[in-house]
């Protein structure tokens, strides 16, 4: 199954146990690593009172939600983009994080973990996220903004299988997958794909078919190597049943080959 959740949280409500070491703190007075630990006991906390397992932190998992924090509080923006564009997966992607399902909550200008926590689970949004089956692992963050005072972060992802993230490649990302939250069916992991490229100087175009199947839409990934190196990555959501046309820029004008990802299924394609 995929699927990429997007929340964004601004006010507080709701309520929880008082359980969970520094809840109530101030994140500048016990830092980070405390006040996301508050986060990640209160988030298990609301997931075991509605009978469902805590999220495990995974460590790159929490290196992409710090790192989108760091983002928005240093530059000052507040989204589950960038400014440029690219999405909160290209964080999770940067980490080394192989996932086939993600979600993202964030906020801003709550004041400790149990108020942000609060805020989330009284958006109905956010408390998807909160209680989602599909997800297993979790990663969160804080950081210290002068214009917002904290911002805070936690990804949610379901890890791929073994065999697909041994196939999968960590490399620059061009993401131009659609925001909107998603959802597959098991058919997914049965569709195979074929994929042709083609150079122009060094505009590169890649073709796809993606065959017909019970899931209306899948994720594609492509990996651009040339003379033994990535160089590109691209991204996207692709409707089954239809062909899929990918471009990239490339460092150099010479032959390469892509590695398309469909699901489960890889194939390859060569370019002069």
């Given at each position: 199954?995929?699927?990429?959740?997007?929340?964004?949280a601004?006010?507080?409500?709701?309520?929880?146990?008082?359980?969970?070491?520094?809840?109530?703190?101030?994140?500048?007075?016990?830092?980070?690593?405390?006040?996301?630990?508050?986060?990640?006991c209160?988030t298990?906390?609301?997931?075991?009172?509605?009978g469902?397992p805590?999220?495990?932190?995974?460590?790159?998992?929490?290196?992409?939600?710090?790192?989108?924090?760091?983002?928005?509080?240093?530059?000052?923006?507040?989204?589950?983009?960038?400014?440029?564009?690219a999405?909160?997966?290209?964080?999770?992607?940067?980490?080394?994080?192989?996932?086939?399902?993600?979600?993202?909550?964030?906020?801003?200008?709550?004041?400790?973990?149990?108020?942000?926590?609060?805020?989330w689970?009284?958006?109905?949004?956010?408390?998807?996220?909160l209680?989602?089956?599909?997800?297993?692992?979790?990663?969160?963050?804080?950081?210290?903004?002068?214009?917002?005072?904290?911002?805070?972060?936690q990804?949610?992802?379901?890890?791929?299988?073994?065999?697909?993230?041994?196939a999968?490649?960590?490399?620059?990302?061009?993401?131009?997958?659609?925001?909107?939250?998603?959802?597959?069916?098991?058919?997914?992991r049965?569709?195979?794909?074929?994929?042709?490229a083609?150079?122009?100087?060094?505009?590169l175009?890649?073709?796809?078919?993606?065959?017909k199947?019970?899931?209306?839409?899948?994720?594609?990934?492509?990996?651009?190597?040339?003379?033994?190196?990535?160089?590109r990555?691209?991204?996207?959501?692709?409707?089954?049943?239809?062909?899929?046309?990918?471009?990239?820029?490339?460092?150099?004008?010479?032959?390469?080959?892509?590695v398309?990802?469909?699901?489960?299924?890889?194939?390859?394609?060569?370019?002069?």
């Amino acid at each position: 199954m995929l699927a990429i959740v997007l929340a964004l949280a601004v006010v507080p409500a709701a309520s929880a146990s008082a359980a969970c070491a520094d809840a109530d703190a101030w994140p500048a007075d016990i830092g980070g690593a405390r006040t996301t630990a508050a986060v990640s006991c209160l988030t298990n906390e609301y997931r075991a009172s509605l009978g469902l397992p805590g999220y495990a932190v995974d460590a790159r998992v929490t290196q992409a939600a710090q790192a989108h924090a760091d983002d928005m509080a240093t530059r000052g923006y507040y989204a589950h983009s960038t400014p440029e564009g690219a999405a909160f997966t290209t964080w999770l992607d940067t980490a080394g994080v192989s996932w086939q399902a993600a979600g993202e909550n964030i906020a801003r200008q709550n004041t400790t973990a149990r108020d942000v926590v609060q805020a989330w689970i009284a958006s109905p949004a956010h408390e998807a996220n909160l209680r989602a089956p599909n997800f297993t692992q979790a990663g969160y963050a804080i950081a210290f903004s002068g214009q917002y005072a904290f911002v805070w972060v936690q990804e949610f992802v379901r890890p791929t299988p073994v065999a697909q993230a041994a196939a999968s490649a960590s490399a620059a990302d061009t993401d131009t997958e659609d925001e909107d939250g998603y959802d597959l069916a098991a058919a997914a992991r049965e569709i195979a794909a074929k994929a042709s490229a083609s150079r122009s100087g060094r505009t590169l175009r890649l073709r796809i078919t993606v065959p017909k199947q019970r899931a209306s839409r899948t994720r594609v990934t492509a990996v651009v190597s040339q003379r033994g190196r990535v160089v590109r990555r691209l991204s996207t959501i692709g409707t089954t049943g239809h062909n899929q046309i990918l471009r990239a820029r490339l460092p150099k004008a010479a032959a390469g080959r892509v590695v398309v990802m469909v699901g489960t299924k890889t194939v390859v394609a060569r370019f002069r």
